[in-house]
């Protein structure tokens, strides 16, 4: 098992545990730092980021805007932006996070686009979803939500020449907790290598509101159970796959969870497949 925990440890980029302030400062330094040599690279002056009221965007988000605004106060551009977007299918139940999170980052723009009625339209259309079961329906049209959200981050993106930000991290990789091309599409992700405890670390160390720095975890995909906790999804806790990525002891089945979800969400961390 360590040998697995190390591989796939290495895979991912995960970084060595943070022990105290100096080193979550020297951490959100570095992410800001990559931040900024992707926007120098790619020539583009905007960041999009769709903001969902947890702690992943939340702290993405606070990242984005600490390195738009270190460049403008360097003089390298008063056009230099952070744009955060507000993604609700319909009326989204944890509503007043969500504005809490937009609140707390103070991004540059916001917007709000309701994706309910391109998911119901496309629904609507697409006869392989007939004759599903509910349950099976809603995970299909879950996924939908997901590209769909990207879709909309694209489209202001490429309306004003940015580039879009995405929030996958180590403890979401490993599981494959995250929609294929779609909040897995993205162009930088800035809190890649870090594990969940780490990701809280961060945000609170950047100033983001308590109750959001220490939410459940849900990706709210399912009408059918809106709200459901990530960890329910996982059959492990986040506490536990930290400690898997960190190499730590963990119980054998909580092992064996984790190795064999990995391997089987493989093809999701792959580019596509060439002959």
């Known amino acids: 098992m360590q040998s697995r925990q190390q591989e796939i440890a290495t895979a991912l980029g995960v970084r060595d545990p943070m022990e105290n302030e100096t080193a979550v400062a020297a951490e959100i330094a570095r992410r800001v730092a990559f931040i900024q040599d992707c926007l ?7 960041l999009v980021l769709g903001i969902s009221g947890g702690v992943d965007s939340t702290t993405a988000g606070l990242l984005c805007q600490r390195a738009v605004r270190a460049l403008r106060e360097a003089g390298e551009g008063d056009d230099y932006r952070f744009i955060a977007v507000r993604l609700p299918y319909l009326l989204q139940h944890d509503e007043e996070e969500a504005a809490l999170a937009v609140a707390s980052i103070a991004p540059d723009e916001s917007h709000t686009v309701n994706i309910a009625p391109s998911v119901q339209a496309l629904a609507g259309e697409v006869e392989a979803l ?35 930000v995405g929030t996958d991290h180590a403890a979401e990789a490993v599981m494959g907790f995250f929609t294929k091309f779609g909040d897995g599409a993205c162009d930088l992700t800035p ?23 220490h939410k459940v975890p849900t990706a709210d995909l399912e009408e059918l159970a809106p709200g459901k906790p990530d960890e329910e999804a996982h059959g492990v806790s986040y506490q536990d796959i930290d400690a898997f990525l960190l190499g730590r002891p963990v119980d054998p089945e909580v092992a064996r969870i984790i190795i064999d979800t990995y391997d089987r969400t493989a093809h999701k961390r792959q580019q596509p497949k060439e002959p």
């Open 40 to 46: 120098r690279q790619s020539g583009m002056k905007t």
């Open 130 to 164: 007939q004759g599903l079961s509910s349950a099976a329906r809603d995970f299909a049209l879950g996924n939908t939500k997901a590209r769909i959200r990207m879709v909309a981050q694209y489209t202001i993106a490429n309306a004003r020449q940015g580039l879009v």
């Open 191 to 213: 809190l890649a290598g870090l594990v969940k405890g780490q990701v809280r670390q961060l945000a609170d160390a950047l100033g983001a509101p308590q109750q959001l720095v």
